[in-house]
């Protein structure tokens, strides 16, 4: 039986101490001599008070493993830095794999952070310089001119930003207090549409390590929802106020074919997040569990009922399929399945046999996306109606409806 021990510098005179250090740090064949928990039994000392003595009595060095950076043994603080079997340094005491005392790897990390200083200022000014010719080159936009589904998606951007009347900036969407569509893919498509019509462009202050710039081509790119932004100016000198008060103004002509594509698309959100709030409330977390199937069911039972009364159908229909996945009569994968066409039988059957659903009411204003609330309460006009009441064929007659109205 051999018995090995790292080289040992006592900072002490004291015998009984020195005794404890050899038994701690003692390897017999490959492991430990002694149990730690032994010597602290044997010894009746305390193991904060054992804890104390070792560190304060001597320090253990490794002479067949010297620092690579200066050639001094590699010191080990306590047995949770060193393995007796392979008798190697492993943990802190194993700087990335090459052997460092505590100066040494100290200062490899000091200059691994200088090096990604240097890297970050060097990315920092190539990013400012990519999207300073991005503002330079931007025209300036006649906001009069927008569509009316680029008016309402640069008016709800405009709100859920919290934007002020002075400046032309817009927060990132990660940064602002509330939800700009019922779903982030819906929020994602408005500033996608603002960014491909040159209405806004990345703001050069925001983060550079949000940006990557292609090196085959310079192009950047950039995740939508972490960048700032910035308004094309105005082609006739408008304010940040007078081009909200345009989109206010142009708000309140509503076009029933531009009302009734917004409509869809906020509908089939609203659908699609309350689908998936039900999902995990029975546990169902499934991948893309909202799959084609289901949107395309619901896109198409949306033209017929309107959003409060698909819900209903969502929520019974999910009921059902949670019992039926209680009963453990069918494997999860197949209740999954199961979903879009269950969802399709109930309204074939409502609709073939004229019953009627009744509608889930709409949420808590506080709940609710901005796009929805300014679609139902100032597009619309009819508030929780829009919601409850009114389907898909039905929002041009009563934009038309409400239009005419107006008019007299």
């Not at 859920?160 to 982030?184: F, H, I, K, V, Y």
Request: some cysteine.
């Amino acid at each position: 039986m051999s018995t090995s021990i790292p080289f040992l510098c006592f900072l002490t005179d004291d015998p009984l101490h020195q005794t404890l250090c050899l038994r701690y740090w003692a390897v017999t064949e490959g492991a430990w001599t002694e149990k730690f928990d032994a010597i602290l039994h044997e010894s009746g000392i305390s193991q904060p008070k054992m804890l104390e003595i070792l560190k304060s009595s001597c320090r253990a060095y490794l002479r067949h493993f010297p620092c690579a950076g200066c050639g001094v043994p590699l010191e080990v603080r306590n047995r949770s830095q060193y393995s007796p079997s392979s008798r190697r340094p492993i943990g802190s005491a194993y700087y990335r794999g090459v052997n460092r005392c505590g100066s040494c790897a100290a200062a490899a990390l000091a200059t691994d952070r200088r090096a990604n200083e240097i890297v970050l200022a060097q990315h920092t000014a190539r990013i400012t310089q990519a999207l300073s010719r991005v503002q330079t080159d931007a025209s300036p936009i006649e906001y009069s001119e927008l569509s009316y589904v680029q008016s309402f998606f640069l008016y709800s951007a405009l709100v859920a930003a919290n934007a002020g009347w002075e400046g032309n900036r817009l927060a990132s969407m990660d940064s602002q207090p509330g939800e700009l569509g019922p779903t982030p893919d819906l929020s994602q498509r408005v500033y996608k549409t603002l960014y491909e019509d040159r209405i806004i462009s990345p703001d050069p202050a925001s983060d550079p390590r949000v940006f990557t710039i292609r090196d085959e081509d310079g192009a950047i790119n950039f995740s939508f929802e972490s960048v700032g932004w910035v308004l094309a100016p105005d082609a006739s000198g408008r304010s940040m106020k007078e081009v909200f008060s345009l989109l206010l103004t142009r708000l309140d002509d509503p076009e029933p074919d531009a009302v009734e594509q917004l409509w869809f698309m906020v509908a089939e959100s609203e659908c699609r997040r309350y689908f998936l709030k039900q999902c995990e409330r029975y546990r169902f977390f499934q991948p893309d569990i909202y799959s084609p199937k289901v949107a395309a069911v619901v896109h198409d039972f949306l033209t017929h009922y309107s959003i409060g009364q698909v819900w209903n159908v969502i929520f019974y229909v999910l009921k059902d399929m949670a019992a039926l996945a209680q009963e453990k009569t069918y494997a999860r994968q197949h209740v999954y399945n199961m979903i879009p066409g269950n969802l399709r039988r109930y309204f074939d059957y409502r609709l073939g046999n004229n019953k009627a659903i009744r509608p889930w009411q709409r949420p808590a204003p506080l709940t609710e996306s901005w796009m929805s609330s300014i679609l139902f309460d100032k597009v619309l006009g009819d508030g929780n109606t829009s919601f409850e009441m009114l389907t898909g064929q039905s929002v041009g007659p009563h934009v038309e409806f409400a239009h005419r109205l107006n008019d007299r």
